[in-house]
């Protein structure tokens, strides 16, 4: 049975959601290195997709920030000024301080206790060779404390950030294993939100993430894809 014309079109659309969202998570995992090149003729290998589809979803990339296209040269994945990369940390800084706050005020019991665990457990990560399982649970904090905040509108601007990307570029791939001292900063997070505190906990998490915006600043010499001395940024694939 044919499709309809409406149901083609719906088919259409979803394969060029589907897309997107695979190469956009590709560019977010590091796939695709900072200033890399995309051709249609590879992405519609790789994707399965037409070429009308792959320029739908670079032109929705480049509209979110995650590609660049300029004539002659193509699409290429987003690479970051250090001034630029520190306007993301700054403006991470201010949302994720707004949503520690509103978590102070809202978290229930049980948003609490599973923040306590995911503390509990990079500590035990703090070993050579934790850093992924590390980095994994150093993600679910924030997203946990997003949770607990129960601001959508905030939660938004905090994921529209390129934040994920500036860490792709400026990490240290050499460092063995996480710093402790980004898991008491986190601990001083919890121990601000479980006490009720929304001043504390905002001041708790700006102090946990200036650090990598000040860093930042003060090495304009960093080159793309290299190392930072930053005690937050080198820790590997996290983006947080």
């Known amino acids: ?23 956009r998570s590709m560019i977010i995992s590091g796939h695709y290195p900072p200033d890399s090149r995309l051709t249609e003729s590879d992405l519609t290998s790789q994707l399965g997709v037409s070429r009308g589809t792959i320029r739908s979803v670079l032109a929705r990339l480049a509209q979110d920030g995650y590609v660049t296209a300029e004539i002659n040269r193509g699409a290429r994945t987003r690479s970051f000024s250090i001034e630029e990369a520190a306007e993301i940390l700054e403006s991470r800084e201010v949302l994720e301080s707004a949503l520690a706050a509103k978590a102070a005020e809202r978290a229930t019991d049980d948003d609490i206790a599973a923040m306590t665990a995911t503390c509990e457990g ?13 980095n994994k649970l150093n993600r679910e904090f924030h997203k946990q404390v997003q949770a607990a905040a129960r601001q959508a509108m905030l939660t938004k601007f905090v994921e529209s950030l390129l934040y994920p990307l ?27 939100i479980a006490t009720r505190n929304p001043e ?10 200036s650090s990598a915006r000040r860093a930042l600043q003060l090495q304009p010499g960093t080159p793309a894809g290299g190392s930072s001395t930053d005690p937050e940024l080198p820790t590997g694939s996290s983006v947080y």
């Open 1 to 23: 049975m044919a499709l309809t014309a409406e149901a083609g079109q719906d088919v259409a659309l979803n394969r060029t959601t589907q897309a997107y969202s695979e190469l």
């Open 122 to 134: 990079m500590w035990a990560q703090q070993i050579p060779g934790g850093r992924e399982e590390y």
């Open 166 to 192: 500036v860490v792709r570029q400026y990490r240290d791939v050499d460092r063995p294993h996480p710093r402790p001292q980004s898991v008491r900063e986190h601990e001083a997070i919890l121990a601000a």
């Open 200 to 209: 504390a906990a905002a001041a708790a998490m700006r102090h946990h993430l």
